[in-house]
């Protein structure tokens, strides 16, 4: 199980055997890959690194503005502004990690999508500064809850498995209709 969620691979079905279709179709077919299921896509759709990052960031601001009250600042700015800064680094930060994190086969710029989508709602959940004046714990459950119930349903489209020489005759048919859509 990769880090990322996995698109599933399809086979390639070339051979046609007479009177065993039955028995083909009951088989797992060879060569194909099996996608995450609804839970794993759950729990790898969850930005864990980026949101390590966040708490221990946030664990500093929350000190500040503790003891420094509504005006903290830190080297001349605002507390609150660079929580803001920091959430935003942080949803920058996510696609970047799943670009990072990806291994052939990885469905990682859907992954990077939803992970980018569910980080502020992560991140409201474990009380982010830059959420203080709105932040409410039984609502953040839910939001939190919701998008996690719904990003499970969010699955890649698989990719069929081709051979290596219909790749080629694939590449070499698209040419000449490539070179005559742009003549």
């Avoid at 279709?21 to 609804?38: F, H, L, R, T, W």
């Avoid at 503790?66 to 001349?76: K, L």
Wanted: glycine share 8%; proline share 6%; charged share 15%.
């Amino acid at each position: 199980m990769g880090r990322l969620v996995r698109k599933p691979q399809l086979p390639n079905f070339e051979l046609h055997f007479e009177g065993l279709e039955d028995v083909i179709a009951s088989a797992p077919p060879a060569g194909a890959v099996a996608a995450d299921n609804y839970l794993e896509r759950m729990v790898k759709y969850i930005p864990r690194e980026v949101i390590g990052f966040s708490m221990l960031i946030n664990a500093i601001l929350e000190q500040a503005l503790q003891s420094g009250g509504n005006a903290a600042a830190m080297a001349g700015f605002p507390v609150t502004g660079i929580a803001a800064w920091a959430l935003i680094v942080g949803c920058a930060l996510t696609p970047l990690f799943c670009w990072y994190m990806r291994e052939d086969g990885d469905a990682w710029v859907l992954n990077a999508a939803v992970s980018t989508v569910a980080y502020p709602f992560w991140a409201y959940l474990m009380g982010a500064v830059a959420f203080t004046k709105y932040h409410d714990g039984n609502l953040a459950v839910i939001l939190v809850l919701t998008f996690m119930v719904v990003s499970g349903l969010v699955s890649p489209l698989p990719r069929q498995a081709k051979a290596r020489g219909q790749r080629e005759v694939a590449t070499n048919e698209r040419s000449p209709r490539l070179v005559e859509a742009l003549a």
